[in-house]
């Protein structure tokens, strides 16, 4: 069955990890030659090329679409196969791999591409997609302080969780909470909002379960908005978001629904 999906793997080598594993891209090639399968190799060159190359493999045909890299990588692939007659698969290569933690796909390279090739104990399941101002995700969106340690941690050359502690600690310095209304599951809530998140798994990634419990199969995405909170206070529920405890404070206020509306 494996050999007969016509396959495209789509490798992002500016992802986290694709950098410093050169040895990547002939296990790919080796891969593909080891079970025969009718499948291509392409790597992109610019943010978008992804969705690009994925639009081209469905359109020749390929039923499964393998993204080789980061959320990042993983998201502009996905863009291309909302409704489409294909696949998404995962070797999550990135600094978070938020998708794949959630779906139980290893972060070993070696061991995600065996999954490829696990025949019964593999499957294909429907999962939700979310979008936001228009932008198809499938992992996760936000604003406020979150979504500006993402600006700046996507512009760092050496990335992983020290790295992400240490933007984290710059951008908290200069952050400033904004003014929101939130409406969604039948309320209207006005806060100051240090973090607006809206999830579709559970996690960014590493992890940090910013929505407990959330699925992507579930058919509602998971607003988690963060109140104003010192540098003391944010230490603890930094810690909350490993130890997947984020619900349990009056920080946060949550609410699970199809659609919501967040006007700054």
């Not at 030659?33 to 969705?51: F, I, N, Q, V, W």
């Not at 990588?73 to 998404?88: D, H, K, S, Y």
């Not at 559970?202 to 509602?220: S, T």
């Amino acid at each position: 069955l494996i050999a007969r999906m016509k396959t495209r793997f789509i490798f992002n080598p500016h992802s986290g990890r694709n950098r410093r594993n050169p040895w990547l891209i002939p296990a790919i090639r080796a891969f593909i030659a080891e079970h025969r399968l009718d499948a291509d190799l392409a790597s992109t060159t610019a943010p978008g090329h992804a969705t690009q190359l994925a639009r081209e493999g469905v359109a020749s045909g390929c039923t499964r679409i393998v993204a080789v890299g980061g959320d990042g990588t993983m998201n502009e692939v996905a863009q291309a196969l909302i409704g489409a007659p294909a696949a998404l698969a995962l070797v999550p290569c990135g600094s978070g791999n938020g998708l794949a933690l959630h779906l139980g796909i290893p972060t070993n390279p070696r061991r995600a591409l065996a999954l490829l090739a696990a025949g019964r104990r593999s499957h294909v399941a429907a999962i939700d997609t979310g979008t936001a101002n228009g932008h198809p995700f499938c992992n996760a969106m936000g604003l406020g302080f979150d979504a500006e340690i993402s600006r700046r941690f996507n512009r760092l050359t050496r990335r992983g969780l020290p790295a992400y502690a240490l933007t984290g600690y710059a951008t908290f310095k200069a952050h400033r909470p904004e003014r929101c209304v939130i409406l969604g599951a039948g309320r209207r809530e006005e806060l100051a909002a240090f973090v607006v998140a809206v999830a579709n798994s559970d996690q960014y990634g590493n992890h940090a379960l910013i929505a407990p419990g959330a699925r992507v199969d579930d058919g509602v995405l998971d607003l988690v908005a963060v109140r104003p909170v010192d540098f003391l206070g944010a230490l603890p529920l930094f810690a909350r978001r490993f130890l997947g405890t984020l619900d349990e404070t009056s920080r946060i206020l949550r609410l699970r629904d199809r659609r919501c509306r967040v006007t700054r």
